[in-house]
């Protein structure tokens, strides 16, 4: 089954404990988004990757990594987690040969950080 | 400033009724528009996409519309039901290549039996 998935779907921690959310898709697809979803905001990008080796910042970057080593998998990473990023997380993918190809969403990570 | 803005917020209705969501935006160069689902607890699911030269696209009981002139979008929902309770996200992509999306904020739709 064609699908992201990210993990962990609930991850609650303290404040500055270094932290990764996974994310795979098995589609190959060259493009992959991690986005945060926040009540009254909507989505907001955080960094993309339009294929292996090269990633880009979002619109809201601060505070976050990311590395796209294998085609397969992009995952976030929290050096210093803060409250303010308290937030439910989205990976994204879809197909850069497709025109017009829709994003595939994960099913999201909650985050809480105390 | 490139926004997407989306009306109502909310919206209760009841079962079998059919309701209207809209989309207003303000991104320039234009590529394409989409709307996506979204079951609580859950990530966005594709709807439809539409290019600036498509008027109207259906997707079972999902027609969405887009008015490239105005600048804006609407998503009907013909004969509800109960599953259609979600939140709905239009998202307007700009110029091809550069994968930029912005997102509105949803409308978020409950149906009552």
């Known amino acids: 089954e064609a699908q992201v998935t990210q993990n962990p779907r609930y991850l609650i921690t303290v404040t500055g404990k270094k932290l990764t959310v996974t994310c795979s898709q098995n589609?190959?697809?060259?493009?992959m988004s991690w986005y945060r979803q926040d009540p009254g905001l909507g989505l907001r990008q955080i960094y993309y990757?339009?294929?292996?080796?090269?990633?880009d910042k979002g619109d809201v970057p601060e505070g976050y990594k990311v590395s796209r080593k294998e085609k397969r998998n992009f995952p976030l990473i929290l050096e210093s987690p803060s409250p303010n990023q308290t937030s439910l997380y989205f990976c994204?993918?879809?197909?850069?040969?497709?025109?017009?190809?829709?994003?595939?969403f994960g099913n999201g990570t909650r985050l809480t950080v105390t | 400033k490139n926004q997407v803005e989306q009306s109502p917020q909310s919206l209760i209705i009841l079962e079998g009724k059919n309701c209207t969501l809209q989309?207003?935006?303000?991104?320039?160069?234009?590529?394409?528009l989409r709307w996506y689902k979204q079951d609580t607890g859950r990530g966005p699911v594709s709807l439809t996409i539409?290019?600036?030269?498509?008027n109207t696209k259906s997707n079972g009981r999902y027609t969405a519309t887009l008015d490239a002139d105005t600048k804006q979008s609407s998503l009907h929902i013909t004969a509800s039901q109960l599953s259609d309770s979600a939140s709905y996200i239009c998202?307007?992509?700009?110029?091809?290549?550069?994968?930029?999306?912005?997102f509105g904020t949803g409308t978020r739709l409950k149906v009552l039996a």
């Open positions: 994204a993918s879809s197909s850069r040969q497709i025109y017009n190809s829709p994003l595939h």
């Open positions: 589609m190959n697809h060259e493009y």
């Open positions: 990757s339009m294929n292996v080796e090269v990633t």
């Open positions: 989309c207003n935006y303000t991104v320039s160069p234009f590529s394409n």
């Open positions: 539409m290019t600036f030269s498509e």
């Open positions: 998202v307007v992509s700009a110029t091809s290549g550069t994968y930029k999306y912005i």
